[in-house]
């Protein structure tokens, strides 16, 4: 990370800087704990099919619109 980076960060912070930033947009928290890994892959599919119709491309388009833009 230095080397690339010339600094250094604890991967938290990010992870913390891009959850605080994601709930001021206002996205749901269901969609940030699928974001954040916090539902497993199949856990992701078996609420897509029986509870919360969203797709892995709906998903994506939640993170293309609200997540903080690096360049």
Known sequence: M???????FRIYDL??????Y???QK???TIMNLLQGRTSHRQFRVME???FVITEIELREWYDKYAPKIL
Request: charged share 30%.
């Open 2 to 8: 230095r080397k690339t980076l010339g600094k250094e």
């Open 15 to 20: 992870k913390a800087f891009f959850t605080s």
């Open 27 to 29: 996205v749901p928290g």
């Open 22 to 24: 994601m709930i001021k």
């Open 49 to 51: 099919e029986n509870y």
